[in-house]
């Protein structure tokens, strides 16, 4: 069995987001899931949850267009 990766404080980890604006603490090693992008790290992962405690403001998913200026 392999260990958690989220079980090592040093390990190296991305803060991702989707189009609902909700992120993710996700090993660095790993392939990033579909609809998924990087907006921060790779970082030891208590530096990833330092950021994601200083920029997720709310956790309620946002409309995917909220943030595109084509809608209308």
Known sequence: MQ???????????LV???AYQQYSLWPAFRA???GWR???GPRPQA???????ANWR??????PT???SDHV
């Open 32 to 34: 990033l899931p579909a």
């Open 3 to 13: 260990p958690n990766p989220f079980d090592d404080p040093q390990q190296d980890c």
């Open 38 to 40: 990087s907006v921060f």
């Open 16 to 18: 991702l987001i989707n």
């Open 58 to 63: 709310d956790i309620r998913p946002a409309h």
């Open 47 to 53: 530096e990833c949850l330092n950021w994601l405690n």
């Open 66 to 68: 909220a943030n595109r």
